[in-house]
């Protein structure tokens, strides 16, 4: 099967500037994530939807980050304004139902954005 | 913030020997999980180990888990170059819905 697919894979761009991810997860995959991975550290949660709703967004910086997932399947990260400290790999990740319980993560390639 | 702990934060071994990372975590736990990441990639997904279990294989992989301790290994024999990653555990709390990862153990195989 297909894995999950992300793009761009690197992004550089300006402070204050806008940009945005697009992920698509493994074909019939309820669950996504949204996860911001920092140089040396772990994965941190974003955002993960279940379908076309929110799970838990309670580490998303919503007053410059947002997500959506419309028809429960592709999903975009966005970021308005853009900060220094936003350069990070942003990952997707999506599990099936049968994995839901376990939470088992299939993960993309990512996106390495730079912010100068 | 981060639930698990691996230690070290960095193993550097010769090519045929064993690694073993460490993590620890803090709260009660439904099952720990084990991830690669290759510089540049995404992460993948390892073992899975619940938390009635203590002891779980998979190919040269084998992980433990000492719930009374709170912690787990991840040992892998007969390292190969291709091994060389970053290694990190994943925790999934007792009514959470989301993993929680630790801050990762970047392993260097030496030909």
């Known amino acids: 099967e297909a894995g999950v697919a992300q793009s761009p894979r690197y992004k550089i761009i300006e402070k204050r500037q806008s940009v945005a991810f697009w992920c698509n997860p493994i074909?019939?995959?309820?669950?996504l994530y949204w996860y911001q991975q920092i140089l040396g550290q772990g994965p941190k949660l974003l955002i993960q939807f279940q379908n076309n709703g929110v799970v838990d967004d309670s580490q998303l910086p919503k007053d410059r980050f947002s997500a959506e997932r419309l028809k429960g399947v592709d999903s975009t990260l966005k970021i308005q304004p853009a900060k220094l400290e936003d350069s990070a790999v942003y990952l997707c990740?999506?599990?099936?139902?049968?994995?839901?319980?376990?939470?088992?993560?299939?993960f993309g390639p990512g996106t390495r954005l730079t912010v100068t | 913030s981060q639930q698990g702990e691996e230690d070290p934060q960095a193993l550097s071994i010769q090519e045929g020997e064993n690694a073993t990372m460490n993590c620890s975590y803090k709260t009660s736990i439904n099952n720990l999980q084990w991830y690669r990441q290759n510089s540049g990639r995404g992460l993948v997904h390892l073992i899975l180990?619940?938390?009635?279990?203590r002891e779980k294989h998979s190919g040269r992989l084998r992980v433990t888990l000492d719930t009374s301790k709170k912690s787990s290994s991840l040992l892998i024999t007969a390292s190969r170059a291709a091994d060389t990653a970053s290694y990190f555990c994943?925790?999934?709390?007792?009514?959470?819905?989301?993993?929680?990862f630790g801050q990762g153990t970047r392993l260097t195989i030496n030909p």
């Open positions: 994943a925790t999934l709390r007792v009514g959470a819905q989301k993993l929680v």
């Open positions: 074909s019939g995959h309820a669950t």
């Open positions: 990740a999506s599990s099936s139902l049968r994995g839901y319980s376990s939470y088992e993560q299939y």
């Open positions: 180990i619940r938390s009635n279990e």
